[in-house]
């Protein structure tokens, strides 16, 4: 009747084996969760898995300024694009160098580490914090990178090409705008601009901004001060003036402005003279001009230039530029005379005839010709027209004091958010930034189901790691009834514990795999977004989140297999050490049988 009970026992111990199987795939669940899920560990893991700290440069920040490139391309509000082709290299090398990915890792597992115990109730509070030294630290390397890679590198040479490149073809195309005909090539202009602005100076200007808006950023001072030295581009910017417009077409231009429109405004269509000579206002205008060569006009050009630059300079209070024409009258009276004398007959050629033809040209034609001609800074708001006037007076001060950006411009630029935005960033370069759980609370405050959600999850996912030792006690417990009920004495009883543990660890951490495998991952294609339904930066976020989610689901099942090879591991030690035991009993057993015969 023994083995009627024993099979009967066997049978009542089937539904226990059911139960522990089910129980032990249910806590193996639910501890793997904990440890992945609800662990901050895990995602520092993933992170560093997925390297997504690297990432970001070599992959993300270039395609991003790829894609920068092309919008720029595709805006039609402006003509101006950068080839940032040419720098990208540059560009993520010199933002890997401002916050270095070691950097990013560093602040980020930080972050992990002090939140996410909070949001799974293993503590009630927490403090995250960067340090000020730390924030100021990226402050002074930041500097140094723009100073010396980007303003002194391939990145700012490049943008300051792509820029001459594009004023000068601005230029050249409004160069009709000119009010006489001008021919200038690009290379012409683009010379004058890289002149007018050198690069070497607007480095300098660049360098002396960053370091007076460095103390506000780090909240050292209140207040900045940006000048940007004006004066001494001025003359630069004369020489280049004078340097395109020293040419033929600015010759006869202001020959045609001096000349012309005061012959024609003093003088006839013909001016009689005696003996019934005439002379016409186009030989009048023709003989003038022959006496103003181009070197003459192009001093009087250089004198003008120099007059405008001492105003604005504000050197002078105005500007009064006499060009005197009294020689050049005397040159012309000879020139007119001559041409009137040669049209009388050969008998009338007498010395006492020229004289009277002479006194007649002065008194008819050059008396009606001023004797100077005095440019005044009223021609010169005439010129650039009344309405730019007040442009005029600032342009002045700019150029005597300098161009001046201060934090109460800044701040009258911003709305009240990015007022405040810039106030918070401040103060946490300053003082360190620190978020806790009241912050958090208080951010989420105003949406009351949303706290108390939380706090709700927080409860049960705490209760539920506190306890969860205790759960694991129900199948140590179920193994020992398991192996009471089959066994007969203590040594079967944990063989029997220790094979169903073995089988049962066997058949799940078998069954995790194939069914990851068979069902999970496909059905986990299935349900994760497409990167080909996505673009550029779209697409290698999608694609770089889907390997993470893979990579976290298969790091999920692995947990599974390792605990359940632990639990293959340590039973099968026991059931090793079982085996020892009885084959040391067996020959302890046979030993004094042998030394009886």
Do not use: C
């Not at 662990?39 to 894609?67: C, T, W």
């Not at 066997?506 to 080909?532: F, K, V």
């Not at 889907?546 to 293959?568: C, D, H, P, R, W």
Request: proline share 3%; aromatic share 10%; charged share 25%.
């Amino acid at each position: 009747m023994k083995w009627l009970g024993r099979v009967l026992n066997t049978i009542i111990t089937i539904p226990m084996i059911i139960g522990f199987i089910l129980l032990l795939i249910m806590l193996l669940l639910f501890t793997q969760v904990y440890d992945t899920a609800l662990s901050a560990g895990s995602y520092n893991h993933q992170m560093r898995k997925a390297d997504i700290y690297n990432f970001v440069y070599d992959e993300l920040l270039p395609l991003a300024l790829d894609e920068a490139e092309e919008e720029m391309e595709k805006d039609d509000s402006s003509d101006f694009t950068v080839d940032i082709s040419a720098i990208k290299d540059d560009i993520v090398s010199a933002a890997r160098e401002i916050l270095p990915p070691e950097w990013l890792q560093e602040k980020v597992e930080l972050a992990t580490n002090s939140i996410i115990p909070y949001f799974v109730g293993k503590t009630d509070e927490f403090t995250y914090t960067l340090e000020p030294s730390d924030l100021q630290q990226r402050i002074d390397t930041a500097v140094q990178v723009i100073k010396d890679d980007i303003l002194r590198g391939n990145i700012f040479t490049s943008v300051y090409d792509d820029g001459m490149s594009y004023l000068a073809d601005e230029l050249l195309e409004n160069l009709d705008e000119m009010p006489y005909s001008i021919t200038l090539t690009k290379e012409d202009i683009e010379s004058s601009l890289r002149t007018v602005g050198s690069k070497e100076w607007i480095i300098s200007q660049a360098e002396a901004a960053i370091d007076s808006i460095k103390p506000y950023i780090t909240g050292e001072s209140d207040e900045f001060t940006i000048t940007i030295h004006l004066k001494d581009r001025v003359d630069a910017a004369a020489d280049a003036v004078l340097n395109l417009f020293s040419r033929e077409e600015t010759y006869n231009y202001l020959l045609e402005e001096m000349v012309t429109p005061t012959i024609e405004a003093n003088l006839g269509a013909i001016v009689n003279l005696p003996f019934g000579i005439t002379l016409s206002r186009e030989e009048i205008d023709s003989a003038i001009k022959e006496v103003l060569p181009e070197t003459w006009v192009q001093a009087q050009l250089t004198e003008l230039i120099n007059g405008i630059v001492a105003y604005v300079k504000e050197e002078n209070d105005s500007i009064e530029v006499t060009l005197d024409l009294a020689d050049r009258k005397a040159y012309a009276l000879v020139a007119l005379t001559d041409s009137a004398y040669q049209k009388l007959p050969d008998p009338f050629k007498t010395p006492q005839n020229y004289q009277e033809v002479e006194e007649v040209v002065e008194s008819a034609i050059l008396a009606k010709i001023p004797d100077q001609w005095v440019y005044t800074d009223d021609d010169l708001r005439q010129s650039i027209g009344e309405d730019n006037g007040d442009f005029l007076d600032e342009a002045r001060d700019w150029v005597s004091e300098g161009w001046t950006f201060t934090e109460v411009d800044l701040l009258d630029e911003m709305d009240d958010n990015s007022e405040e935005t810039l106030e918070d960033v401040r103060g946490w370069i300053e003082s360190g930034y620190t978020l806790t759980e009241t912050d958090l609370r208080e951010e989420i405050s105003d949406r009351e189901e949303d706290l108390d959600a939380l706090d709700t999850a927080r409860h049960w996912i705490g209760t539920g790691r506190t306890w969860l030792w205790a759960f694991w006690l129900i199948p140590v417990l179920a193994l020992f009834f398991i192996g009471l009920s089959i066994g007969n004495n203590w040594r079967s009883r944990l063989t029997w514990a220790m094979v169903v543990l073995f089988l049962t660890a066997l058949a799940i951490n078998i069954a995790a795999w194939q069914t990851y495998t068979h069902i999970g991952e496909p059905q986990l294609e299935e349900i994760m977004p497409d990167p080909l339904e996505y673009e550029g930066v779209e697409a290698l976020m999608v694609e770089k989140g889907n390997e993470m989610i893979k990579n976290a689901s298969n790091g999920f099942v692995s947990g599974i297999q390792s605990k359940t090879l632990y639990m293959m591991i340590s039973s099968g030690v026991v059931l090793l050490g079982i085996i020892g035991w009885n084959v040391a009993e067996q020959r302890k057993e046979r030993e004094p049988a042998e030394d009886t015969s």
